[in-house]
């Protein structure tokens, strides 16, 4: 596309200004944008469908309408303002939400425990709400999780106009989290020896470890788009050291995506924040494969 990176920058500046309730400049922002695109164009109507979800009146001073002690709380300032609004807590009970996440917990509750099949499908949503969460905090629309029992879970959003840093960083949300519930569960298992809490921190981080494959819509393949090559050949090579170390097969999968990606017909990308990309997707590689391995470890060493 002739205007990519005009549009890109743009795209940018409106998430920012509509993070910061700024409707009007998010506007103007959209408006640039809408004129850089052909009219026909599915990108086109998405700007204008994005136009028109634009509050008319609302904090055009560009001043946020959450209590100010929220902005200390820096990324974690959206799990506050939700918290504070209790629409979003009646929104969890939405009946397609809630059926489909009640159905997930039935069908593992059935197959393993009541214990197991509850705390996997809370696992699960922890996983989907760090990608919810990281796209409200930036401004973008995001549906509640979907459950499909069997297979998994997913939020719908749009990524049109949107950065591949900013895909990258809503991909690796969900990783992220995800991890943050697997150390939850091994802490518990420490504190009770109790070895469902050591199968809820395996399993989960193995469902997690296995998002990280950069290949089609996982979430590494989300992230992979705002790596370098060398950078996916770093992740390729901690890949193979991590899945000797701990004798995880699983993440020889990652390796070899990272390759395809790296050595493929896909242009290489060039993004100032591919270095800090490529260390935060290692660092959860490395955090996933040993929780992944708890269950052939025996005890965690935290």
Not at 242 to 260: E, H, I, N
Request: hydrophobic share 55%.
């Amino acid at each position: 596309m002739a205007h990519g990176s005009k549009l890109e920058e743009l795209a940018a500046s409106a998430r920012r200004h509509e993070q910061s309730r700024n409707p009007v400049a998010a506007q103007a922002d959209w408006q640039a944008a809408l004129e850089l695109l052909p009219a026909d164009s599915s990108q086109a109507a998405w700007v204008r469908a994005r136009l028109a979800e634009l509050p008319p009146d609302t904090a055009k001073s560009g001043k946020s309408d959450a209590p100010a002690w929220t902005r200390k709380l820096g990324p974690f300032a959206p799990i506050a303002v939700l918290a504070l609004k209790g629409k979003f807590f009646l929104s969890l009970l939405k009946a397609p939400f809630l059926l489909s996440f009640v159905a997930f917990a039935g069908l593992y509750w059935g197959l393993y425990g009541a214990r197991f099949g509850v705390g996997l499908a809370i696992l699960i949503l922890v996983h989907e709400f760090g990608h919810f969460l990281e796209l409200r905090r930036r401004g973008l629309a995001a549906n509640l999780p979907m459950f499909i029992p069997g297979f998994g879970a997913y939020v719908r959003w749009t990524a049109a106009g949107v950065t591949s840093d900013t895909r990258a960083l809503v991909g690796l949300a969900g990783p992220l989290a995800g991890a943050v519930g697997a150390a939850f569960c091994a802490l518990m298992w420490l504190r009770t020896g109790e070895r469902v809490w050591m199968a809820l921190a395996s399993f989960s981080a193995f469902i997690n470890l296995m998002n990280l494959i950069p290949v089609w819509r996982l979430d590494g393949g989300q992230a992979i788009v705002a790596v370098t090559r060398t950078g996916r050949i770093a992740i390729a090579l901690a890949s193979v050291l991590l899945a000797a170390y701990f004798s995880q097969p699983l993440v020889l999968l990652v390796a070899g995506g990272a390759v395809f990606r790296a050595f493929g017909n896909e242009p290489a990308a060039d993004t100032s924040r591919s270095y800090g990309l490529t260390i935060y997707f290692i660092a959860l590689l490395a955090v996933l494969t040993y929780l992944s391995s708890l269950a052939r470890l025996g005890a965690p060493a935290l």
